[in-house]
């Protein structure tokens, strides 16, 4: 451990590893100074400062996880209708697929961009403004989200 420390303030400052973890290894899931020490630990004597980051890199490792299940249709409609019954201004009772935000449900245009923006968070998508007017019930949004994660079932 000391030598650990010693070599931080000999040869750099915590700052410049974690910019060098950072910017060379940047799924770096170990502090830099713990990565230091387990060099230190396998018995490197001296690190000079452009040696550091290469160090850091070869020492961490990592593991890619994916980013999820794969959505299908009844995923999409259930996250959809409950995103639309959570709405405080949406009631629960009133929401089908094929209910008008306007017509069926009372909603005004600035709630319609509220729904949008809530199911663009829910998903992690972006609708354009051109997209979102055209989207005025929960089915055509259900069907937007497949089409643009290319679910069909």
Same mark, same amino acid.
């Given at each position: ?13 915590? #700052?410049? !590893? ?5 910017? +060379?290894?940047?799924?770096?899931? #170990? ?11 396998? $018995? ?16 961490? !490792? ?5 980013? $999820?299940?794969?959505?299908? +249709? &009844? ?6 209708? +409950? ?12 929401? &089908?697929?094929?209910? !008008? ?10 709630? !319609? ?10 998903? $992690? ?13 929960? $089915?055509?949004?259900? #069907?937007?989200?497949?089409? &643009? ?5």
């Amino acid at each position: 451990m000391a030598t650990a420390n010693r070599l931080l303030e000999r040869f750099a400052s915590r #700052q410049f !590893h974690r910019q060098a973890a950072s910017l +060379l290894c940047p799924r770096t899931t #170990q502090r830099p100074s713990r990565v230091i020490v387990n060099v230190a630990a396998t $018995g490197v004597r001296a690190l000079s400062s452009s040696q550091a980051p290469l160090l850091l890199c070869a020492t961490v !490792h990592w593991r890619s996880y994916s980013s $999820g299940r794969p959505l299908t +249709l &009844k995923t999409v409609n259930d996250r959809v209708m +409950l995103v639309l019954r959570l709405f405080d201004k949406i009631d629960p009772e009133k929401v &089908k697929s094929s209910s !008008h935000f306007i017509n069926d449900l009372g909603l005004d245009s600035l709630d !319609h961009v509220e729904i949008i923006t809530a199911i663009e968070e829910e998903f $992690g998508i972006e609708i354009p403004d051109g997209d979102s007017e055209q989207l005025m019930t929960p $089915g055509h949004i259900i #069907q937007y989200i497949c089409d &643009k994660e290319d679910i069909y079932e």
